[in-house]
């Protein structure tokens, strides 16, 4: 099994602020890593995948990168929308997915 | 639009069972991979098992093996999970995701809550 160790598990930060969300796999996942953003009560939304890969319609304040075993998401200029919970996913093999505990960007 | 609409959650006791379905919409249903993940009240997220566009491979976290089975029907553009043996840590939203393989999950339903309590 692949295990997603996500750091750290909560951030407390100001709108304007930059934050970095790390991520890291237990074994080589080449760059076959996405992010997701979920708010309470809604569904997880694709932010990056392979590894550093903007999803259309994402805003460009959102970037990450990484390969192998270690990888990071940034948010520049964190905005009142921003504040939610971000987790990694690994999707090395079909077989076997598996996610990061998660990060809860909290308002400070 | 892309839209995965998920349905069959409810309340059931230990040891019941449960089908939840996926109808999918607004895109090519055959064309896909397809997910389960769940997620229990205030965890983070669990993948649960995938299928292959036509079926023929499934994968499942051990967790689930011999007690949950994927399936799809693609004339109907739909998605199932067949959930047996439910246990109270079985308790959660569940969620269909269209995988797009090299994106991975990049549209999700709305999830149906599951809760197995006596």
């Known amino acids: 099994d692949i295990q997603m160790t996500q750091s750290p598990s909560t951030l407390s930060a100001s709108v304007g602020d930059s934050v970095i969300i790390t991520c890291r796999a237990s074994?080589?996942?080449?760059?076959?890593l996405a992010w997701y953003q979920q708010k309470p009560g809604k569904a997880p939304k694709l932010l990056i995948y392979?590894?550093?890969s903007l999803e259309s319609g994402v805003p460009s304040r959102f970037s990450a990168s990484g390969s192998g075993t270690e990888f990071t998401l940034t948010i520049s200029s964190l905005q009142p929308d921003d504040f939610a919970t971000y987790y990694c996913q690994q999707y090395n093999s079909y077989w076997m997915y598996s996610f990061g505990q998660g990060t809860k960007v909290e308002i400070k | 639009e892309v839209q995965l609409v998920e349905s069959g959650g409810g309340l059931v006791q230990p040891g019941g069972s449960l089908r939840l379905s996926c109808s999918a919409s607004?895109?090519?249903?055959?064309?896909?991979?397809m997910t389960w993940v769940r997620q229990a009240p205030g965890k983070g997220l669990e993948w649960v098992a995938n299928?292959?566009?036509?079926?023929?491979?499934?994968y499942y976290v051990d967790s689930v093996k011999g007690r949950f089975t994927i399936s799809r029907d693609n004339a109907k553009n739909s998605l199932y999970l067949q959930i047996n043996s439910l246990r109270v840590e079985d308790t959660a939203v569940y969620y269909c995701?269209?995988?797009?393989?090299?994106?991975?999950?990049?549209?999700w339903g709305q999830g149906t809550l599951v809760t197995v309590s006596s």
């Open positions: 607004g895109f090519t249903f055959s064309s896909y991979w």
């Open positions: 995701a269209r995988d797009s393989g090299s994106t991975s999950m990049d549209r």
């Open positions: 392979r590894a550093s």
């Open positions: 299928i292959k566009q036509n079926g023929r491979e499934k």
């Open positions: 074994q080589s996942i080449s760059s076959w």
